[in-house]
Each structure stands twice: as structure tokens, then as C-alpha cells.
């Protein structure tokens, strides 16, 4: 009987030290997670931590943590050359950017064989010391390696302009989450950003706006870029510049308009300018027969090598028209000289040329996916896949030996509403098609995500549409793909609810946890009941405005740019109806109006004002029931966003439905 006791007891025992341990386990809440985790039970008292340890070559960023545990802590810490609480060693032969962590009774010890690594083992400790229960966090190991090389994030300072403090806060929060890439986009039609000691007009007539002064003259000196540069190395964060050519070049044309295929003047534009009031925006291509487009393009790039460590240049490529070159005789003269076929080959023409300025330099040139349309890419040249899913032209890539970074604008471009890319759905997402051979895989060095500044104007609204999606990508491209876990990654955001505050990150907290989201079809949806739609808002093809009124609350119409005082959206029903309840559901994180009003008619003809949209993006119209036959939402102001409509919902008045 004692024996029995006794067992019942010890197996009592171990099924709470179990319990304990998942309970332990629960708290390694990690973004992104980590590869393998062993939990054996304890924990370790953070005030037993005063001092750290580390190697030479490290002792910078060693310092730089124990910044960081002070100003997002609040706990003092100090270096010392031995015996330290927490140790940094090197370890050879650990793969690039991977990290040993080891909590243990008595110390911490990080174990890596580079910088970066050391790095990613700081934030995972923090990560765990922000989240200590009563002031301790579990003993464990940690083993730890990205799967991809490249996780970046493109962020656009041509068409809105961060300061250098900005870009500075967004390193230290990309860092955070272990993505080590910023690539910049420097320059396009809206600004040119980027100071070339041999063209100073650029950073002068490629900024400037008559009718926004406060907007014009923004840019970058060498000096705060080189700075810059060395702030994000020091986070394990590689600076990426991109000059955007031979399209998209219209605040470059706006300072050397010789490099035009036609005369000038160019005038660069602010987003914040109404669509018909931006001149020449389809004239913004180089001319490409003209040797002096060459010389200016060698020029900048030796500029950017100076400047930035990275040994990736990127010189953009995307969206170049050939109307320009079809009209221009030293276009047709270069045309026939190299026995071209078709237009868009002059752009291969430029492409191998400014590739061959990038190698000679001892860099390789990063390019948009329509530089290899034709095959013009260099092995040595990289591409950044952006349209479509990515399979198809990632497919052509890696046949083609060039290395590939993925980013399709479904669901890698941040600048689209939450309702469009929302969070689950770059969780679901997979970089590698799956249609390419596993010798192949190599090729596909990372992704990004990238974020288009049309109409973000704010660091608080770069925050929002980047997080918390950007936490989603960032373990995408960490972990490996059987690890990755939707229902955990949820939770995990939601935990980290203080972390994101004690960052200053202004995320988006809006977000539905279901993993649904729409997906267009061919085909026009039905509409919730018979009626017609009526519309000067230009829709984005695949978001047609029947989506506004397909009684789907999750499909959604879409608009492509800004839109003016003035447009309007209605909804023409067959049949009159009486209505007491006019409800309008928008994407919530950005593409709202905020100055719009609705109206009702009952013959389609003569309207009358019932309510308006609130400045945080809400419709509802409670009212007594009343003869409808037609909806219509008239903006008052200029929207400087696109506009996403979920849902126009009509509720009917349950004395017509007993009639």
C-alpha cells in the first residue's frame, strides 16, 4: 500500500513539474520563433544581472544592448572584460546570422560567429526580459538560424520623406524583429532624395513645389546617409539604395531635361497635387540613345557605391513606357543600329549598360522584375519579383541562374489597406513557388515587404500599415516552413501588446483573428439585390464596385488613386424600398473617407443629406423608415488615400417585410 502511495505521489509530482514546464514553455513568446527551444525548468532572477561580457569586435554592439536594456527596461547594466552575468563568446564554424542562447542558474551565455548573430541573441533576450513574470524569466537554450538571408522592408522617400530620426526609429524596430535589410527608394517622379556632389540641382528642382512649399527641399546629404549607414550596421540592418531609372524620372528630367527624349521643363509633384494638376507624368522615361544619360547614370552610381557598404545597388527598372523612344530619333537611330526588334528591348539596352557600371565597382545591381523580361539580366544581377503571385517571373529567374528577392504586391505591399493584405494572409504566404526544383531553391535569397508613401505621410502611419503585418513577414522569412503555427503567431502579437508600446510602435490593432481573407474572382459578383451601380471613382481591376454590394462583407471595392471633392459611389436599387438602417463598412486601417457624406433619394433624382462619415471612418444612418431607391456617398474634400468599400448594407424596415 505504501508502495502504491509513494508512486502516486511521485507520478503527481512529475505531472506537475511537466504542467510547469508547459506552463514555462507558454512564456517563450518570441517574434520571430525561434528554431528550437529546450525548457528544463527554473528560472533565473533578472536582478541577479549586472554586467556583460563580450569579445573586441563585439564590445560595440555590446554596448549599444546594454543601452537598449536601459532605455526599454529601465535596468542599469555595465561592461566588464570577465566574469560577467552576461557573456558573449565567439564559437567558429556557427552559420552566418545564427545564435546560441543559454539562460542558466547562474548566467547567460551567447554563443555566435559573427556580429549579426550576436545581435538576433540580443533581441531574443530582451524579447524575453520584457516579458519576465515577477521580474525572472525561464532557464532555456536556444538554438537559432533565419531561413532566409534577405528580410527586408523597401520603404519609399521619394514620394514622402522621412528625417533621418525617422529612418533611425524604423531601423531600430526592423532589428527588433531580426530583418536585416532597409532598401530605400531614393528617387521618382514625386522627389528626388538623394545629394550628388556633381549635380547639386538635383536635391534643388528635383524638390521643388511652387504650390507646397513646406513640402520642397527634402533630401539627404552624403554626410547623414554615411551616418545613417553605420547606425543601421551596428543593428545588423544592411541600407539598400535604389535610383529608380530609366522610367519614374521625372524630378530627375525636372533638373537636366537634356536627358529627355523631348524638351523641357519637367516639374516634379507631391502626391498631395490633384491628378489633373501633375504635368507631363508619362513623359518621365531617359532617352536612352543619348550618351550623356550614361555619363550622368555612372556618375550617380559612383555616388551610391561612396556612400553605402551594401554590395547591392539598386537601379530600379519597373514601369518603363516606350512611347517617348518611339517619336525620338536618337532612340530610332540606337533602335537600328543594334538590330532591336521591339521597343522595350532599349530598355535591356540600358539595363545591361548601368549593370556593367555597378560590377566594375565591385557591386552587384538589384533591379525590378521587368529587367529580365527579355533576358537582359546579368548572373550577377538580382531581382526584385513584384507582380502577380511572383511564381511566373520567379520561375523565369531562377531558370535563368539569377538570384531573386519575392515581393508580390499580394500580400508584400504594405501600402494596401489591412483589408486587402491582411495579417493572416502574409502569414499563409509562401516565398518560394512552388513549382521550382529544389536545386533552384538556393536562389530565392529572402523577400520584403515594401511600403509605397502615395498616401502615407506620417512615421505613426508608416507604423500602422507596417505592423503588425510586418511581424507576420519577418517570421515568414525566419522560421522554417513547417514550424510556422497561425494560431500561435496570433497570440504571440497579442502579447506583445506592451512590447510594441515600449517601442513607440503605433500599430494596427483592428484586425480580425480569423485566417480569411478575399480573393477576387473572374467573374462580377451578384449584388445583394437587384440594382445598378453608378460611379466617377476609377476602380483597381480586380476590386470592381459590385464588390461594394455583394452582401459579402469581406470582398471590397477599390480605388486605385486620391480622389476629389465631388466624386461619388451610388447605388440604384430596382425596386423601392423602405429602409431605417444605411450601414457602410470600409477598410479600417487606412482606406476610409473622412469627409464624406450620404444621401438617399427615392426616385434616383432628388437627393437629400442623412448622414455623414465620422472622422474615424464610420457610416451608420438610423432613421425612420423611409422610401430609398438610391444610396449615394459624395466626398466633401479631397481623399488623400485610396478608398476601400466592404459593404453597403440596407436594412429594410420589418414593417415592409411583414407587408
Not at 363 to 378: K, L
Request: aromatic share 8%; with cysteine; hydrophobic share 40%.
Amino acid at each position: 500500500m505504501k508502495k502504491q502511495i509513494l508512486l502516486a505521489t511521485l507520478f503527481t509530482a512529475l505531472l506537475l513539474a511537466s504542467c510547469a514546464k508547459r506552463e514555462t514553455c507558454a512564456t517563450v513568446r518570441l517574434i520571430p520563433a525561434a528554431d528550437s527551444v529546450s525548457v528544463p525548468g527554473g528560472s533565473l532572477d533578472l536582478n541577479s544581472l549586472h554586467t556583460v561580457s563580450a569579445p573586441e569586435q563585439w564590445e560595440a554592439v555590446s554596448s549599444l544592448f546594454i543601452k537598449d536594456v536601459d532605455s526599454r527596461l529601465g535596468k542599469k547594466l555595465d561592461f566588464t572584460h570577465s566574469g560577467a552575468d552576461i557573456q558573449i563568446s565567439y564559437r567558429r564554424n556557427m552559420a552566418e546570422e545564427a545564435y546560441l542562447l543559454e539562460v542558466r542558474k547562474e548566467k547567460i551565455v551567447i554563443s555566435a560567429s559573427n556580429e549579426r548573430g550576436v545581435i538576433h541573441a540580443f533581441v531574443t533576450l530582451q524579447q524575453l526580459m520584457m516579458q519576465a513574470d515577477n521580474g525572472r524569466i525561464p532557464l532555456l537554450t536556444i538554438q537559432d538560424k533565419p531561413r532566409f538571408e534577405y528580410r527586408g522592408v523597401m520603404l519609399d522617400c521619394s514620394r514622402h520623406f522621412w528625417t533621418v530620426a525617422e529612418l533611425k526609429e524604423t531601423i531600430d524596430q526592423l532589428s527588433f524583429f531580426k530583418l536585416n535589410v532597409l532598401h530605400l527608394h531614393l528617387t521618382d517622379n514625386q522627389a528626388w532624395r538623394l545629394a550628388v556632389d556633381k549635380y547639386p540641382d538635383l536635391v534643388v528642382k528635383g524638390t521643388h513645389y511652387p504650390d507646397f512649399p513646406s513640402l520642397s527641399g527634402n533630401h539627404y546629404s552624403k554626410k547623414e546617409l554615411k551616418e545613417l549607414v553605420a547606425y543601421a550596421a551596428l543593428r545588423g540592418v544592411e541600407i539598400i539604395p535604389e535610383v529608380d531609372m530609366p522610367g519614374h524620372c521625372l524630378s530627375l528630367l525636372a533638373a537636366m531635361p537634356e536627358l529627355s527624349c523631348l524638351d523641357g521643363p519637367f516639374e516634379p509633384y507631391p502626391d498631395e497635387r490633384e491628378q489633373d494638376k501633375r504635368k507631363r507624368t508619362w513623359q518621365n522615361m531617359l532617352c536612352i540613345g543619348n550618351e550623356k544619360v550614361y555619363a550622368v547614370a555612372d556618375d550617380i552610381i559612383g555616388e551610391l557605391c561612396d556612400i553605402f557598404a551594401s554590395p547591392y545597388i539598386h537601379m530600379g527598372g519597373d514601369e518603363v513606357a516606350t512611347m517617348n523612344w518611339a517619336q525620338c530619333p536618337k532612340c530610332k537611330a540606337l533602335f537600328r543600329k543594334e538590330g532591336m526588334k521591339e521597343l522595350s528591348e532599349l530598355q535591356d539596352y540600358f539595363t545591361r549598360k548601368v549593370s556593367l557600371m555597378v560590377r566594375k565597382r565591385g557591386r552587384r545591381m538589384i533591379g525590378w522584375d521587368e529587367i529580365n523580361d527579355r533576358g537582359a539580366a546579368d548572373k550577377s544581377d538580382m531581382l526584385t519579383v513584384w507582380q502577380g503571385n511572383g511564381h511566373k517571373r520567379q520561375r523565369k529567374a531562377v531558370e535563368d541562374s539569377l538570384s531573386v528577392i519575392i515581393c508580390p504586391n499580394d500580400p508584400c505591399y504594405f501600402d494596401y489597406g489591412y483589408a486587402r493584405n491582411p495579417t493572416a494572409k502574409v502569414y499563409a504566404w509562401e516565398p518560394v513557388s512552388p513549382d521550382i526544383a529544389p536545386d533552384r531553391t538556393h536562389l530565392v535569397k529572402g523577400g520584403q515587404a515594401c511600403l509605397w508613401t502615395e498616401f502615407v505621410t506620417t512615421q505613426s502611419e508608416v507604423e500602422h500599415m507596417l505592423y503588425p503585418r510586418l511581424c507576420a513577414l519577418a517570421e515568414v522569412l525566419w522560421v522554417r516552413q513547417e514550424k510556422k503555427d497561425w494560431a500561435s503567431m496570433i497570440q504571440r502579437i497579442k502579447s506583445f501588446d506592451n512590447i510594441f508600446k515600449a517601442l513607440h510602435i503605433d500599430y494596427y490593432a483592428g484586425e480580425s483573428e480569423q485566417k480569411r481573407w478575399f480573393v477576387p474572382g473572374d467573374t462580377l459578383p451578384s449584388l445583394a439585390v437587384p440594382a445598378k451601380i453608378e460611379t466617377s471613382m476609377a476602380s483597381i481591376k480586380q476590386y470592381p464596385p459590385e464588390y461594394a454590394f455583394d452582401g459579402d462583407t469581406l470582398s471590397f471595392f477599390a480605388t486605385p488613386y486620391s480622389l476629389i471633392k465631388g466624386d461619388y459611389f451610388m447605388v440604384v436599387t430596382e425596386q423601392l424600398r423602405l429602409i431605417e438602417d444605411i450601414r457602410i463598412l470600409c477598410d479600417m486601417s487606412k482606406e476610409y473617407p473622412t469627409n464624406a457624406d450620404i444621401l438617399i433619394s427615392a426616385d434616383g433624382q432628388e437627393f437629400r443629406k442623412v448622414g455623414s462619415f465620422t472622422k474615424e471612418g464610420k457610416a451608420e444612418v438610423k432613421m425612420e423608415p423611409s422610401p430609398v431607391k438610391a444610396v449615394k456617398i459624395v466626398l466633401t474634400a479631397t481623399h488623400m488615400a485610396r478608398l476601400s468599400i466592404r459593404e453597403i448594407i440596407l436594412k429594410e424596415s420589418s414593417v415592409q417585410k411583414q407587408q
